[in-house]
């Protein structure tokens, strides 16, 4: 037999790689960025980020706009580069195995066949899905992301009904003097993740016949249908609803809500989606209630069959005990809108308007968004066990009984911890505690419990490594506000403010003046004194918007603002402009205490402070809102304690204690180090921290419980 030569035994491989052209893989990039699971998928924003190195500031950290305006020469060289290649075809073969899972997904796996039928209907003013998407204003919005987004982990079957506006909420400016300065841009929807259903719903609003586009976003296997009124088939006052998010006068926002509550029904026939469930998060959506039962009055039934049927279908949940945030209006602008509504159902006017009066009788008394919520619900609640106590005073009344008997329970809020566990986190959390599969997690999961499997020095390591990005961060933020104001001398304090080894303090949120956000600056001398402590430094890093129309609120930012100027705080407090999630993110993960000191029992929930435990951060809060409920006595701080009547005596009483807290407990446990330089006391109480938080507050354990006591109940009615 002829030997083979060493030529034939050796061939030369044959390169079987393809180039993708730019057109190709500018589609499949498209594709991808259309499901906002990337939102809460790093694997994916790492994919996108090589797209542009400066991911970070890239047209917001938006894909869809990004695979926009990335050149084709760009796109030339990453589809001749086989690593991206593989990269993009796991990203997207990971999204479609995440679709095709949900038989397998919690809600598939406890349900019984007929509670597989179920269909919830979620409806909510505002989402905060990702900063680039900026339709939400504060903790509403956010608490409404991370519903959907659980509920799509867990798979539940629900839609989320919404408006698409087109300037937003108002992006920040803090002037020279600390004041703000609110400027709407106008949002290109086709560089958002949003698809066109080239659907359209025709109602009524006043007088005006309004047609409202339907747009859908994909929030991983749960889709959110937004409602525009923004486009040349309307008027110019019907385009202007959807401008502005809580914008306007009240007749802007009645209109607003039947929109939302009409329309949002409409827009679910249009899309043949028949919900068994229909959850008002908040009042702003009791319209929808309306709706529904004057189109059953339609069909034949009686207004108190219909009310029944409506109730028994119904979820309420109620987001506040203070005034200010439930919508009323005068009687005779609701029987304006109203009016048009009922159309020729036969339902009398007077009927619903004493669905929405809080005095039975009162013809006077205005029309209340949350009393005709309550009404039409079978099923209400609260946000955590104090604001459902609190909400049964609040509405005893309405219900004609005690406190006590009060229907109103409460299911605690929670946040969705994928969406806000910063990546050094979760490379520390999946090695040690063995997260669940982001596929297939439980309603229930609790890895933290093993906590303790996290060394103290791992954890001191990761609050170090966050710490300073957080300082970096501030530093940039507010070198470009000062670049921006042309302030040489306030740029050269940006490039030194704050301190990468100091005790950092965040404090983030919506400014409300119930929330009390310059509670701090109460005592300056002894601030000044706690500060300027050589041995035991800290610093303070505050961010937050007050609604445009909320002077005292901006007239809060602008004191701590002003305080942050002046020689005696200045680089140890300091104020980010133009509060969003990314600020939010990088404030959570990278302070060590985060503080909330609201005046007890305002605080419905406040979020927020569930996120730093993510992180070995601790809480030093007011016990109010979902704290009384998380505090162990060893996971973190408690301000306050005694109430007072007088709100000037609350005051100095509560600012008095946060000095003591601040003075005799953090700063003494933060400093104090062991020969391997460990401060041993605190990572003991952040440890904790970990271990017993992020367990139960988060949006799977809320949405399970959502399911399991409120949503299969009235399904099952």
């Known amino acids: 037999m002829a030997r083979k030569s060493s030529a034939t035994k050796r061939r030369t491989p044959v390169n079987r790689f393809n180039p993708v052209s730019p057109a190709a893989l500018r589609k499949r990039l498209h594709a991808l960025g259309l499901n906002v699971r990337w939102s809460w998928e790093p694997a994916v924003q790492n994919l996108f980020a090589r797209l542009d190195a400066r991911w970070a500031d890239a047209v917001q950290r938006n894909p869809v706009a990004l695979t926009i305006d990335t050149p084709d020469h760009r796109l030339a060289e990453l589809g001749a580069d086989p690593s991206f290649l593989k990269q993009l075809a796991a990203a997207e073969k990971d999204l479609d195995k995440y679709l095709a899972s949900e038989k397998r997904a919690w809600f598939a796996q406890a349900a019984t066949a007929k509670q597989k039928k179920m269909r919830v209907a979620y409806f909510c003013a505002e989402f905060a899905i990702h900063e680039s998407f900026p339709m939400y204003s504060g903790g509403l919005g956010v608490l409404a992301g991370d519903h959907l987004k659980s509920a799509s982990d867990l798979g539940v079957p629900l839609v989320a009904v919404g408006l698409l506006y087109r300037h937003g909420y108002y992006r920040q400016v803090i002037e020279d003097d600390g004041s ?85 029904k409409l827009a679910l026939d249009k899309l043949d989606l028949t919900p068994t469930v229909y959850h008002l998060n908040e009042g702003h959506a009791a319209f929808a209630s309306v709706q529904r039962t004057a189109e059953m009055v339609a069909d ?26 439930h919508d009323r209006f005068a009687p005779r602008l609701a029987a304006k809108y109203l009016a048009p509504v009922l159309g020729k159902s036969g339902i009398e006017l007077e009927d619903v308007q004493a669905l929405g009066r809080e005095v039975e009788g009162d013809l006077k008394a205005p029309f209340c968004m949350t009393a005709l919520a309550l009404r039409t619900a079978g099923a209400c609640n609260g946000v955590a066990e104090l604001h459902g106590k609190v909400s049964r005073e609040m509405w005893a009344g309405l219900f004609g009984t ?130 300027s402590d050589a041995d035991c430094p800290v610093q303070f890093v505050f961010a937050g918007k007050a609604h445009p129309a909320d002077k005292p609120g901006q007239g809060l930012l602008q004191q701590i603002v002003q305080a942050s100027r002046s020689k005696r705080f200045e680089g140890k407090i300091v104020v980010l402009e133009n509060y ?138």
């Open 580 to 717: 969003d999630m990314h600020i939010g993110r990088m404030m959570t993960c990278g302070s060590d205490v985060w503080l909330n000191n609201p005046l007890r029992p305002n605080e419905a929930s406040g979020t927020s402070g569930m996120k730093p435990p993510l992180h070995g951060g601790v809480n030093c809060s007011i016990l109010d809102g979902w704290w009384p409920e998380g505090y162990n006595r060893r996971n973190g701080f408690v301000v306050g304690g005694e109430q007072f009547k007088s709100r000037a005596r609350q005051d100095k009483y509560d600012a008095e204690s946060l000095y003591d807290v601040l003075e005799y407990e953090i700063l003494p446990r933060f400093y104090q180090r062991g020969r391997d330089g460990l401060p041993k006391k605190w990572l003991k109480v952040a440890t904790e921290s970990l271990r017993s938080i992020p367990g139960v507050f988060n949006t799977h354990r809320m949405v399970g419980e959502y399911v399991e006591n409120y949503y299969l109940p009235q399904h099952e009615a």
């Open 180 to 264: 703000t300065t609110p400027t709407y841009p106008p949002y290109d929807f086709d560089r958002l993740p949003i698809t066109d259903t080239k659907k359209t719903v025709r109602l009524t609003i006043g007088k005006a016949k309004v047609t409202a586009k339907l747009w859908k976003v994909q929030v991983g296997r749960v889709p959110l249908i937004l409602l525009d009124t923004d486009h040349k088939a309307n008027g110019i006052a019907a385009r202007r609803i959807t401008h502005y998010l809580y914008g306007g006068d009240s007749e802007m926002r009645i209109k607003q809500e039947i929109l939302l509550g009409v329309g949002g």
């Open 402 to 531: 005690t406190p006590r008997k009060t229907p109103i329970g409460f299911v605690t809020n929670g946040v969705h911890s994928p969406t806000w566990t910063a990546p050094e986190a979760r490379h520390i959390l999946g090695r040690r505690l063995a997260l669940p599969h982001p596929h297939t997690p439980g309603a229930y999961d609790d890895p933290w419990a093993k906590a303790g499997k996290v060394q103290p020095e791992e954890l001191w390591a990761l609050r170090n490594t966050l710490r300073a990005k957080l300082v970096r961060f501030a530093r940039q933020e507010l070198e470009r506000q000062a670049l921006r104001d042309g302030s040489p001398a306030r740029l050269a304090a940006a490039q030194t403010a704050l301190d990468e080894h100091t005790l950092t303090i965040g404090f983030a949120r919506r400014f409300a003046t119930y929330k009390r956000a310059a509670l701090l600056l109460k005592n300056p001398a002894r601030l000044d004194a706690i500060l």
């Open 300 to 325: 034949g039934w009686t207004l108190d069959e219909a009310i029944q049927e409506c109730r028994t279908s119904t979820v309420f949940t109620t987001h506040t005990p203070v005034p200010a945030g």
